[in-house]
């Protein structure tokens, strides 16, 4: 066993949990880190002639903090120098190397060449639905935008050709879109698609759908979705305009339709907690990388870790009380 260091050893000694640290060991609760190493093993280099790899449990455990706390390939190697939560979360120390910011972004290259943040979603929802908190009987379907650098200062003089502009109401957004199928009863999100901002929401609905639910929920933008999806088995319920609402006579009529669309608008409203998650909580303010493959394997990623934060409660071991 390594020798403890001086910053490590007066980190244990102290008292006071930050909220930081909270989140970290609740996520090493939650995260079923065997699933994901059993992935990620075959493809992980092993010790040879040259210099011996980080343990793979480690790389994922960095490569998941920086998705968590927003933080690039030199900012998530300073800060394992500097914050020694971060370091005891991923089974490092600084009386031994310390991941450096290329080791990082080789990391993530690997991840995206072979295309498992898909899978790692894919073993993160299979823990879920293990846990009976995806239940599949209805999808609720919504998009976001997420926006790009709309300058042309850089190295090829242009922006990036994969994304595109959209108004939305009275304001452009230059960027990319992220379609995403989620849960009616857990708000957890099942499947995601992502186009430039220009494509219209409801070209993605089919690929939104898993095929098992029953029931579907989706704002105004989704009219016309029935034709999309060859299914003659599903209940829709997308959303009237208000101006369509508000030309209608007032009556009873009127009052039932109101109130069904207020209902019908307290189920949807579940699908705006994973985005609150990806861009406030794990702070995804803007695209991370140039390109859509690259977008698309992060976002994956996130919505992963969103799950795994949204359902953590129930995800947490109970912890009984000691008898007297």
Request: hydrophobic letters at 40%; zero cysteines.
């Amino acid at each position: 066993m390594s020798q403890i260091s001086f910053s490590d050893a007066e980190y244990a000694g102290k008292r006071k949990k930050t909220r930081r640290e909270v989140f970290l060991e609740e996520m090493e609760q939650v995260v079923p880190w065997k699933a994901l190493l059993k992935v990620l093993e075959p493809h992980y280099p092993v010790a040879g002639r040259g210099r011996r790899p980080y343990p793979l449990d480690a790389m994922l455990r960095v490569h998941l903090m920086q998705n968590w706390f927003a933080l690039s390939d030199p900012a998530m190697e300073e800060a394992l120098y500097e914050i020694a939560s971060l370091r005891n979360f991923a089974g490092l120390s600084l009386s031994e190397p310390i991941p450096d910011e290329t080791t990082i972004l080789n990391f993530r290259h690997m991840l995206e060449e072979s295309d498992l943040a898909e899978d790692i979603f894919k073993q993160v929802n299979a823990h879920l639905s293990r846990k009976g908190l995806l239940l599949k009987r209805g999808s609720i379907v919504d998009a976001t935008i997420i926006a790009a650098p709309s300058s042309t200062k850089n190295a090829e003089g242009e922006r990036d050709p994969e994304m595109h502009q959209t108004k939305k109401g009275n304001q452009w957004h230059f960027g990319m879109k992220a379609h995403i199928g989620v849960d009616a009863d857990s708000g957890l999100v099942h499947t995601v698609t992502t186009t430039a901002a220009n494509e219209a929401d409801v070209e993605q609905v089919a690929d939104l759908l898993h095929g098992k639910e029953e029931q579907v929920w989706a704002d105004s933008g989704y009219r016309g979705a029935q034709s999309r999806v060859q299914r003659d088995d599903l209940r829709w319920h997308i959303a009237a305009r208000p101006s369509d609402i508000a030309k209608l006579p007032e009556g009873r009529a009127k009052a039932r339709l109101q109130k069904s669309e207020h209902r019908n608008a307290s189920v949807r409203a579940k699908v705006e907690h994973p985005f609150r998650v990806i861009k406030r909580q794990f702070g995804l303010m803007k695209v991370r990388f140039r390109g859509l493959q690259k977008n698309t394997a992060h976002l994956l990623t996130l919505f992963a870790l969103s799950n795994l934060w949204m359902a953590r409660r129930q995800l947490m071991p109970e912890v009984r009380p000691k008898a007297a």
